[in-house]
Nanobody, 116 residues
């Protein structure tokens, strides 16, 4: 059974940093591309960052390039999202996710609120 559990969200001020974590289980983690997506209030979910199975390749949506860093630990089966220089527009529920075959599996999400 695939399980993804996010943590690390919270309320921060603009310019602050947060590190999100996602613990994965139930699938071959080190064979899987991992992703972080987010859903701002009242808006559609968007893909934020992707990391290859070995961590050697990453991709980011333009709005977070230079501020967010995705990484992974294939020993602990975890994926991380380091978020720096946070802006109010980064406010969203953040989700760890993985595509396995034709199905996309999601965690329960962790909320991030950036507000002064």
């Amino acid at each position: 059974q695939v399980r993804l559990v996010e943590s690390g969200g919270g309320l921060v001020q603009p310019g602050d940093s947060l590190r999100l974590s996602c613990a994965a289980s139930g699938f071959s983690f080190d064979d899987s591309v991992m992703r972080w997506s987010r859903q701002p209030p009242g808006r559609q979910r968007e893909l934020v960052a992707t990391i290859s199975n070995d961590g050697g390749m990453t991709h980011y949506v333009d709005s977070v390039k230079g501020r967010f860093t995705i990484s992974r630990d294939n020993v602990k089966n975890m994926v991380f999202l380091q978020m720096n220089s946070l802006k109010s527009e980064d406010t969203a529920d953040y989700y760890c996710n993985v595509r396995l075959g034709t199905a996309v599996h999601w965690g329960q999400g962790t909320p991030v609120t950036v507000s002064s």
